[in-house]
C-alpha cells in the first residue's frame, strides 16, 4: 500500500512538473547515501550522463534511481555501527 501512495504521489508530481527529471550525483549521494549511489553506479544499474549544456555535473534519471532504490534490500541491513 505504502508503494502504491508513494508512485501515485511521485507520478502527481512529476505531472504537474514539481520534480526534477534528473538528479546530480551531489543530490542522489544526499538522498540515499554516497556509498549506495556508488555502488549502483559501479554495478551498471544506473548511469550518470552529463547533459550537452551543462558543465563538469553528471546526472542521474531520477525515475531510475527511484526504481533501483526500492528494489535494493540492503536499506534494511544495519549500519556498521550498529552491528
Given at each position: 500500500?505504502?508503494?502504491?501512495?508513494?508512485?501515485?504521489?511521485?507520478?502527481?508530481?512529476?505531472?504537474?512538473?514539481?520534480?526534477?527529471?534528473?538528479?546530480t550525483?551531489?543530490?542522489?549521494?544526499?538522498?540515499?547515501?554516497?556509498?549506495n549511489?556508488?555502488?549502483?553506479?559501479?554495478?551498471?544499474?544506473?548511469?550518470?550522463?552529463?547533459?550537452?549544456?551543462?558543465?563538469?555535473?553528471?546526472?542521474?534519471?531520477?525515475?531510475?534511481?527511484?526504481?533501483?532504490?526500492?528494489?535494493?534490500?540492503?536499506?534494511?541491513?544495519?549500519?556498521?555501527?550498529d552491528?
Amino acid at each position: 500500500m505504502l508503494d502504491a501512495v508513494s508512485k501515485g504521489t511521485d507520478e502527481a508530481l512529476y505531472a504537474a512538473n514539481a520534480l526534477p527529471d534528473t538528479l546530480t550525483k551531489a543530490q542522489a549521494y544526499g538522498i540515499y547515501g554516497r556509498s549506495n549511489v556508488d555502488r549502483w553506479i559501479q554495478e551498471g544499474l544506473i548511469h550518470p550522463v552529463k547533459k550537452q549544456n551543462s558543465s563538469s555535473k553528471k546526472f542521474i534519471d531520477r525515475l531510475k534511481l527511484e526504481a533501483v532504490a526500492r528494489a535494493s534490500n540492503r536499506t534494511t541491513y544495519l549500519p556498521v555501527a550498529d552491528r
